[in-house]
């Protein structure tokens, strides 16, 4: 997507379509004015209220403007950011529902609602280009179009070029905050391909070549250890999930330093399960291929460490990524059998579809020990219990440290990814303790999210500053429930905003 800034007249404009927004204070003052202007009946008030993301698209203006179709996009009282993505996630979708390549957006309200909000005009602007990106994705890489009708058999079209419009006064600062946009936006774009992938186009090796891609591109160290580097390390949860499967297991680690001085280390882990069957705890067949969206955690943290290196952030952050699948066959790890973890820490596995603990305990303690950070935080589509507590748009954060958990807070109320807060006390190890090895992988039915992170807790060595942030809920939105359905990249704006906050 092309993106030009301009300070053009909306008149002159050439683009398919011009989207004006309104909130809804605007709405009664200037909207007929509008309206007259560009020669559409004023009758459309009626109907459109400027809530936020409400779309109406208008044709046939008389008022001499060169753009053939007009948008009058709802921002709500125009006070929060949400609202102002919420808009731009909007607009965007409908262009490309309508198959429109070029839009331009009447921006000369940015600097109001950057007052009234709160938010810098740059973070504006980057907003509505995240928004931009997130609202016009569409997943059709596998589709060929052979079945389509004939002379629509065309390529889906996607916004080819956005024209942000505004005055003179804000143009430089738009224009930063435009660039810092289409970075995280792609960004968000690449994790949400990964998790769309499916597990027969993306096992562990290409997760690891997705990230050396990156590193290579943009300037950072990829470093990845293959099956024989893994078993001589000793990482027994890593292996002991990938025991039934016919792909080699991989371990990934990506190390961004910044150019200048830096003072905090941040490590970043992701699991990367490409597909989870369940393994011999077979998982039900109904929507078991929703699983392909079990390494969503992963492809955050790759998003996140890109985004870092693209932006420059002055933070040296380091992502870990175990990945393998989990499947069930006459060589996989048995329920009952007792591993042995990189850490040395003995498990029972009473359940082998409680897997993505296995693999991240190894990650956690490499981490710590190979590292030691300032921070650690995790991100894991870890349990279905999650969703049964929080439900499907809300993630689930754990933290040994107040200050830690209120800057994810924070972060996540920044970048529209929400997330809140459960307790680690301790009454809750007595649900994970094991007759024959230190620790049991299941906890049983009460409060399965809960000793999910009592159990990674074991891994950090003491570490005081650790968050794990459970995604199994937001990142991907299954069949139905939403109008764009799969991945959505749920945690890579969290963590750029997360990183922010030690630059
Ligand atoms: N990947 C799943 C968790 C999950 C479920 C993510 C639904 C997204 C949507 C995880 O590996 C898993 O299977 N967890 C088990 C744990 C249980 C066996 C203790 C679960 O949640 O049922
Ligand atoms: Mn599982
Ligand atoms: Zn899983």
Known sequence: MKIIVTKSDLRSIATDLL?????????????????????????????????????????GGTGGYSAPRFAL??????????????????????????????????????????????????????????????????????????????????????????????????????????????????????????????????????????????????????????????????????????????????????DYKPKGKTNVVVALVGKAVTFDSGGISIKPSENMGEMKSDMSGAASVLGAVEAAARLGLPVHVIGLIPA?????????????????????????VSNTDAEGRLILADALTYAKEKYNPDVIVDVATLTGACIVALGYPVAALFSNNDTLADKIFRAGEQSGEKVWR??????????????????????????????????????IDGHENWAHIDIAGPSFTPKGAGKVNGGTGFGVGLLVELLKKWS
């Open 19 to 59: 989207v004006l927004p309104f909130s809804s204070v605007e709405l009664k003052k200037e909207a007929g004015k509008t309206l007259d202007a560009i020669g559409i009946d004023q009758q459309v008030l009626k109907d459109f209220k400027a809530e936020a993301g409400e779309v109406v698209v208008l044709y």
């Open 73 to 254: 996009l709802g921002i709500g009282e125009g006070k929060t950011i949400e609202e102002w993505r919420k808009a731009a996630i909007s607009f965007a979708s409908k262009a490309v529902d309508l198959k429109i390549e070029k839009v331009a957006v009447d921006c000369s309200c940015i600097e109001t609602l950057s007052a009234v909000s709160g938010q810098s005009v740059a973070t504006m602007a980057a907003t509505l280009v995240e928004g931009c990106f997130v609202g016009s994705y569409r997943f059709d890489r596998l589709k060929s179009g052979k079945l389509d009708k004939k002379g629509s058999g065309e390529k889906l079209k996607k916004i080819a070029e956005l024209l942000v419009v505004v005055d003179s006064s804000v143009f430089e600062e738009v224009e930063r905050g435009v660039a810092g946009g289409k970075i995280v936006g792609s960004c968000k774009k690449m994790a949400r391909d990964l998790v769309n992938l499916p597990g027969n186009f993306l096992h562990a090796v290409d997760i690891a070549k997705a990230a050396e891609e990156s590193g290579k591109k943009y300037g950072y160290e990829v470093t990845v250890f293959h099956k024989k580097e893994i078993e001589a390390l000793g990482m027994g949860g890593l292996l002991a999930v990938n025991k039934g499967s016919d792909h080699p297991p991989t371990f990934t680690v990506l």
């Open 324 to 348: 393998t699948d989990n499947m069930p066959s006459g060589t996989a790890t048995q329920p009952g059998d007792v591993i042995t973890t990189y850490s040395g820490i003995t498990v029972e």
């Open 422 to 459: 459960m307790p680690l006390w301790d009454l809750y190890d007595e649900q994970i303790k094991s007759d024959v090895a230190d620790l049991n992988n299941t906890g049983g039915r009460g409060a399965g999210s809960i000793t999910a992170a009592k159990f990674l807790e074991k891994f």
